[in-house]
């Protein structure tokens, strides 16, 4: 994915943009004219003119005013509707860009950082439109707007506004650039950084203060924070010296326009060059450098834009790295009927970005009823075999199920026929309805509370007060056992006709090991089959054969 999808996708449709485009000008201009006719009709109400002369400007500041307010609130409705409204296509995009890499895709991602790749990087491109896009273009066409009135009325004046909005433009920019362009395109990766440590903290903190660790990763965490925080302060000083600059040419705009215009005074006969125009020529900059001080400041919203743009399309890779299963054309057989086999022969398998097969020469039949026991000591390649017959790696060898090869599959039909569970598997915040239903989303209580008594947990969720009952942040209120047997429920009730039980005893003490799996292995019934991947001992009884890796 390149940075280019990324705000293209954030950017609004031209039909729900251009009203926020065209609201913005009309405040703008507005702002532009209160202020003008304002002038002018204070100077001419000095030289007490018939009251008719008057009327007009008169309603022109009622209307102005009210034009200013009225409709800069209904252009922030509108632009930030239109904003907001990319936003899920562009969650949606990345998402979609993101699955097939996943998971195995993502090893290399810490994922507090990969959370606010999604979330506050995402969040920053809809600034894309509403900081960069929408302000150059109403500045813009008021700037332009400003300077013809001034030169109509005095073409030195009009000549002198365009020069200091252009010299505006250039300072503003360049010191924007200085002080804070370094943070701004820093920002984001600081604060990605930042959340990943936390995030990591926050998950090992029971670790950490077992091991006498917790108050060194905490200062790591201060230092970390100082330096976020100090970045967002030389961001902010950047907007403040911005806004001050052109404050300060603003006015000094407005002392030269008055200089000309007092020389000008009485010139051209009666009703030439007077008071009134000069009243315009000299508070028109005011009012049109308050506008046009979002220009510079655009400068910066972009490198913030482009700074995240780029952290959203790191993660998200142009093509599919090496070892990451694709559906090729031949993907197109439906889900296999009936009793499923297993068939495998000489399967290798790698992770992405190493040279070197994780596993090799691996073979096995496998029919419904079996139990495979997969073993060998630790990094022997059992999780990565396990991914593989999940199609979350890709493979040599062949690897067929019901005599079909597993490639001619489309990944989420044979995810229909082998599923996963993993050694440590995931559990949502929230109850354990909620922690079972997205497998079968139709299950109904009854359903469920039979799958969790097949699995040995029914006395267990009745006594902490039936489905309702929370499991904690990642399952921090239930043991190792209890998340395996929540895991193998989900299991139970998608379907899987065949499982592949991945360290099942890993996060379970000794002896109570024997047990779990023999209620696993009990529960997933004699029509199915199961890979059970332990670097523990097994009892023989338990299983029909074993593969060693």
Same mark, same amino acid.
């Given at each position: ?20 485009? =065209? ?20 100077? /001419? ?8 002369? +008057? ?30 409204? *990319? ?25 507090? $950082? +990969? ?33 013809? !009135?001034?030169?109509? =009325? ?31 395109? %820093? +920002? ?36 970390? $924070? ?35 215009? @007092? ?108 139990? !495979? ?16 017959? @999940? ?23 044979? /995810? ?5 569970? %993993?050694? *440590?598997?995931? =559990? ?23 799958? +969790? ?23 921090? !209120? ?22 592949? !039980? ?5 996060? @379970? ?21 199961? @890979? ?18």
């Amino acid at each position: 994915m390149k940075r280019s999808e990324v705000i293209q996708l954030a950017q609004p449709s031209l039909r729900r943009f251009l009203p926020g485009v =065209l609201l913005g000008l009309v405040s703008a201009l507005s702002a532009v004219g209160l202020l003008v006719t304002a002038a002018w009709l204070i100077t /001419r109400a000095a030289e007490q003119p018939p009251i008719l002369f +008057l009327s007009a400007a008169m309603v022109g500041v009622r209307a102005f005013a009210l034009g200013r307010a009225a409709f800069r609130y209904v252009e922030r409705l509108v632009s930030h509707d239109a904003a907001f409204a *990319t936003m899920p296509a562009l969650r949606v995009g990345v998402y979609e860009r993101l699955v097939p890499v996943s998971p195995d895709g993502l090893g290399r991602s810490r994922r507090g $950082d +990969l959370l606010t790749r999604l979330v506050a990087d995402v969040d920053e491109q809809q600034n894309f439109p509403l900081r960069v896009v929408q302000p150059l273009l109403v500045s813009g066409l008021t700037a332009v707007a400003a300077v013809v !009135l001034v030169w109509v =009325l005095l073409p030195a004046a009009g000549a002198i506004l365009l020069a200091g909005l252009v010299l505006a433009f250039v300072l503003g920019t360049a010191v924007n650039v200085w002080v804070s362009g370094r943070a701004e395109r %820093e +920002l984001a990766g600081i604060r990605g950084s930042y959340q990943a440590d936390l995030a990591d903290y926050l998950a090992n903190v029971d670790t950490l203060v077992a091991y006498g660790a917790a108050d060194g990763r905490r200062a790591d965490l201060a230092a970390a $924070d100082a330096l976020l925080t100090r970045t967002q302060v030389r961001r902010a000083a950047g907007s403040g010296v911005t806004a001050a600059l052109v404050t300060l040419v603003a006015g000094a705009v407005t002392v030269f326009a008055l200089v000309v215009g @007092v020389g000008m005074l009485g010139s051209g006969g009666s009703g030439g060059f007077g008071g009134p125009a000069l009243a315009v020529i000299a508070l028109a900059p005011m009012a049109v450098f308050e506008v046009f001080a979002l220009v510079p400041l655009a400068a910066g919203a972009w490198r913030q834009v482009r700074a995240s743009a780029d952290r959203i399309a790191s993660v998200v890779p142009d093509q599919v790295p090496p070892g990451i299963p694709v559906d090729g054309p031949e993907a197109t057989r439906p889900a296999p009927r009936g009793a499923i086999t297993l068939s495998v022969r000489g399967l290798s398998a790698r992770w992405p970005g190493e040279t070197a097969d994780a596993v090799t020469g691996v073979s096995f039949d496998l029919g419904a009823g079996d139990r !495979l026991l997969v073993r060998g000591r630790s990094g022997s390649g059992k999780t990565t075999l396990a991914h593989a017959l @999940v199609r979350f790696l890709d493979y040599g060898g062949h690897y067929r199920v019901n005599g079909v090869e597993a490639r001619d599959y489309p990944q989420d039909v044979l /995810r229909t026929v082998v599923g996963l569970c %993993e050694q *440590t598997p995931y =559990l949502f915040d929230d109850d354990i309805r909620q922690n079972l239903l997205f497998a079968r989303d139709s299950a109904t209580d009854d359903d469920l509370l039979d799958v +969790l008594e097949r699995v040995g947990l029914g006395p267990w969720v009745r006594e902490r007060g039936g489905l309702t009952a929370r499991v904690g942040e990642r399952g921090a !209120l239930v043991s190792g056992g209890q998340a395996q047997r929540i895991a193998l429920a989900r299991a139970l009730l998608a379907g899987f006709p065949v499982l592949v !039980l991945d360290e099942p005893t890993a996060n @379970v003490d000794p002896d109570l090991a024997d047990a779990l799996l023999d209620d696993l292995l009990a529960a997933a019934g004699d029509d199915r089959a199961v @890979v059970l991947i332990s670097h523990t001992p097994v009892p023989e009884h338990l299983v029909t054969s074993t593969l060693h890796l």
